[in-house]
T-cell receptor
Framework: AQKITQTQPGMFVQEKEAVTLDCTYDTSDPSYGLFWYKQPSSGEMIFLIY??????QNATEGRYSLNFQKARKSANLVISASQLGDSAMYFC???????????FGTGTRLTVIP | KAGVTQTPRYLIKTRGQQVTLSCSPISGHRSVSWYQQTPGQGLQFLFEYFSETQRNKGNFPGRFSGRQFSNSRSEMNVSTLELGDSALYLC???????????????FGSGTQLSVL
């Protein structure tokens, strides 16, 4: 069974500062993918970044980077230079092979303070 | 390219009724999956369709069903609505076959269902 754990229900960050959102996972699959999605109040889930279980380097997408520590089964999202528009719910999710279904964590609500 | 479109955006129903939600995937995408989001249970996978066939199903009662048409559009139906079915229902499409872990899912804005 696959499980995603996000232990931070809410986080605050000052505008222009960096913030790390935690995610740990558990799976018995040797091959898996880890995703981060952003959900603003409008409801739509917006893809941010992806990390494959066999990727040697940490993924980066603009201001987003993923701190992937396979031995610890963690995939933390780092947002640099936070902006007011970053205020939203952030979800960590995992996908295996053979199916297009994601297992989601409970999410972290990020609030950026001006 | 148009994104994933879900209709309607909001729905209000009463207990015992049934409801049908619609999802139009990104053009060319053959995989459509559905998720239920509630404050208590979070985001839960309902089912996935690929080329008109249901490939995977989450742990939901048989009152929840779906189908996919030849143009990849999908509908989700909930019969005999219960108060606990009140949720945001999200649809996602993917251009891949599901065999690779890096296949991104693109989500719609969801349908907010309220059961009174």
């Amino acid at each position: 069974a696959q499980k995603i754990t996000q232990t931070q229900p809410g986080m605050f960050v000052q505008e222009k500062e960096a913030v790390t959102l935690d995610c740990t996972y558990d799976t018995s699959d040797p091959s898996y993918g880890l995703f981060w999605y952003k959900q603003p109040s409008s409801g739509e889930m917006i893809f941010l970044i992806y990390q494959g279980s066999y990727d040697q380097q940490n993924a980066t997408e603009g201001r987003y980077s993923l701190n992937f520590q396979k031995a610890r089964k963690s995939a933390n999202l780092v947002i640099s230079a936070s902006q007011l528009g970053d205020s939203a719910m952030y979800f960590c999710a995992m996908k295996g092979t053979g199916a297009n279904n994601l297992f989601f964590g409970t999410g972290t609500r990020l609030t950026v303070i001006p | 390219k148009a994104g994933v479109t879900q209709t309607p955006r909001y729905l209000i129903k009463t207990r015992g009724q049934q409801v049908t939600l619609s999802c139009s995937p990104i053009s060319g995408h053959r995989s459509v999956s559905w998720y239920q989001q509630t404050p208590g249970q979070g985001l839960q996978f309902l089912f996935e369709y690929f080329s008109e066939t249901q490939r995977n199903k989450g742990n939901f009662p048989g009152r929840f069903s779906g189908r996919q048409f030849s143009n990849s559009r999908s509908e989700m139906n909930v019969s005999t609505l219960e108060l606990g079915d009140s949720a945001l229902y999200l649809c996602a499409s993917s251009g891949g076959t599901g065999k690779r872990t890096n296949e991104k899912l693109f989500f719609g804005s969801g349908t907010q269902l309220s059961v009174l």
